[in-house]
């Protein structure tokens, strides 16, 4: 059995989570058994019995490896941990290697990376050298991205749709200020916000404030491959969200919510498939949307980056069984 072990929350967000169910999909495809470790965080637990996995809750302030063990004793059969939740710890590690299981991290800098069996950190852009675990892979290659873009890449030529997604949650509400921006600037837009989006009210105001514009509100959509497909270019954060989107050929402007994110928005802008405008904190988009060429960033977005990373990941890890 493999177990994914999650944080996941408004204040973590909720893209480690969707990362997470698309490697599980692709394990369970192949005939593998697949349950989540998931903090206490009902949305986040429905999300996932939603996909037809099994979910285990524990708190997510309890001791680094004071209750792996007892989780794993009472799975029974787990061989394979798979840590979505970037900075493991030493003692949590260490834990999970006791009981015997190999331990997978993803974008890891914690100390308890040096003990993963693979260490799998496609969004580290920056100081890859230091990386540690016994197997490390890095580089938009393994990005773990939604196989049901297939369905919808093509190319773009010109800029008529905008698109704002900024994350399941949306921890700091860059929504409200990108939303701000886009009223006054007179743009077309659709926002679309996730199932743990706690700012609605505010949103709300800018909607209903007179505006030059016309901007769209949308809740947590069926499919965001499906949504993304309709717009020339998105305004995103710096995780997985904006590389789904280039898979699609759907140009990015990248704000960081968390400073780690800034490597993403500049590798993107150097992939020639985005913008990076900045930390959220100090957020101006005007430069962002000056000399767009869509066209030739939709190409280069296609050229980039596929959508074989999952199987990639996949393979890597079903190796590891014994």
Not at 48 to 60: L, N, S, T
Not at 92 to 116: E, N, S, Y
Not at 153 to 162: E, K, N
């Amino acid at each position: 059995m493999f177990v994914f072990c999650i944080e996941s929350s408004h204040t973590r967000g909720l893209g480690h989570l969707y990362r997470s169910l698309t490697l599980a999909d692709e394990l369970a495809h192949s005939g593998r058994s697949v349950c989540f470790a998931v903090n206490r965080h009902e949305a986040s637990h429905d999300i996932v019995k939603a996909r037809g996995f099994a979910v285990y809750g524990y708190d997510i302030y309890a001791d680094a490896g004071s209750w792996e063990l007892e989780l794993i004793r009472a799975l029974g059969s787990a061989t394979i941990w798979v840590n979505d939740r970037l900075n493991t710890q030493a003692a949590h590690a260490k834990a999970i290697a006791a009981a015997g299981l190999k331990l997978v991290t993803f974008d890891d800098r914690g100390d308890g990376a040096a003990f993963a069996d693979l260490n799998v950190s496609a969004l580290v852009f920056e100081d890859t050298a230091a990386l540690k675990g016994k197997d490390v892979r890095s580089g938009v290659d393994f990005m773990i991205l939604n196989p049901e873009i297939e369905l919808y890449r093509r190319h773009r030529d010109s800029l008529t749709s905008i698109l704002v997604t900024m994350g399941g949650a949306d921890t700091y509400g860059v929504t409200i200020k990108v939303a701000q921006w886009l009223r006054d600037n007179a743009m077309h837009a659709t926002i679309v916000t996730g199932p743990a989006f706690q700012h609605k009210d505010e949103l709300d105001i800018i909607l209903q404030g007179k505006a030059e514009g016309f901007l769209t509100h949308r809740g947590a959509v069926a499919s965001l491959a499906q949504e993304m497909a309709g717009h020339d270019i998105a305004i995103t954060g710096g995780g997985v969200t904006p590389f789904e989107a280039c898979a699609g050929g759907l140009p990015c402007i990248v704000i960081a919510n968390e400073d780690f994110e800034i490597p993403v928005g500049r590798a993107l802008e150097k992939l020639g498939c985005g913008r990076f405008a900045g930390h959220h904190s100090t957020l101006d988009l005007t430069p962002a949307f000056e000399g767009l060429s869509i066209g030739t960033m939709s190409r280069a977005a296609l050229d980039a980056v596929d959508l074989e990373g999952v199987r990639r990941v996949g393979s890597l890890i079903k190796g590891l069984e014994t």
